[in-house]
């Protein structure tokens, strides 16, 4: 993989060419960001260390330790309000490639929804995904000359509180062909089987009328979502290969196919109760998985059991 595909997926490259066949015809916003503190400090206006109720009091022996400031953006911070007014009250924030999808589960409502910059600096923080971006997005290129791009950006969506999650697909294009079509949303049995082919028609329809040529690269993966009124919308671009999720296929697969003249795409969806993938487990902390000797489970069933032999042994009155 070349650095120029890479770079053709960050939503700031693409999004212009697609406007038209995205769900939020109207963005999204993309507001420049600067990951350095050097340029964020002096925008400070706003420095609660100053204030009197909130300084160290003396002799508590910190006092050799000047407290680190926290970076503000007041710029940005105004900039964000205005967005997420004009695009109704409520986002979805990503950065030039990914979501910060790894950090919903810190959120109050479980999802990306923001609607406000604290909301949106609290996903960011705790978000993996957003980590890929700042410093692993060229990693698995063959040219690799960049540690990082050179523009961050922060793109605000319109947030849709009602996609249907077996309406989205990704698309994988193969030397300017689409070879492959899998269900996004693989950890779920959908009601979809009999839509199948309809499905099919629909996207490889869009594909030739409005991706194919548009998009520079020869080979890489696109997501679309289906409208309830089966208009095809674009929601996002990624690499072949690499960090990019083949879902039902293998890259060992998708490598495999042969590109041929005739259209000829595999089209997958789950059509069985035992197809169901497992759900990645990323989004969760690492004490929601481990269950091993000394962890927060073990010293639950620990505490728990400890509670049971007391319960026998010392059984309270029956009243
Ligand atoms: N505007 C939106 N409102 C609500 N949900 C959205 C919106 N845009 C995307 N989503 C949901 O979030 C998911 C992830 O979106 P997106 O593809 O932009 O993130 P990503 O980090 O690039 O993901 P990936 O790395 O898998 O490509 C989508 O599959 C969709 O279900």
Redo the contacts with the bound molecule.
Sequence with gaps: MKEEEVNRCQ?QEWYPKFKPYL??DSGPFLLPLSVSNEDALPNRIHNPYEEEDLQVSEGSGDEAEEPSLPPIFPELELQVKESIESLGGA??P?MN?????DSAWISTTG???CTTFSEIALLFKASD?LVHDLLHAYDSCNDKSLSRPKNFFLAL?????S?R?EM?F?CFVKGNQLVGISQ??VTTLYPIIEKKNDILLLIQEFFDNHVRGRFESENYTF?V?ITKGERVKV??F?PWGA???PLLFTWDELEQILVSEEDEVEFRIVEHQCAVRPGLKTAVPYDYLNCGPGSGWDQFMRNANAELQRQTEFPEADV
């Design positions: 939503i769900l939020d986002v979805f990503k490639w990914s979501a910060p999808k999802t990306l929804k995904s969506r319109k947030w849709y509180p996609l999650p989205e990704r996004r949303e997501d979502y929601v996002d990624n960090f990019t999720l």
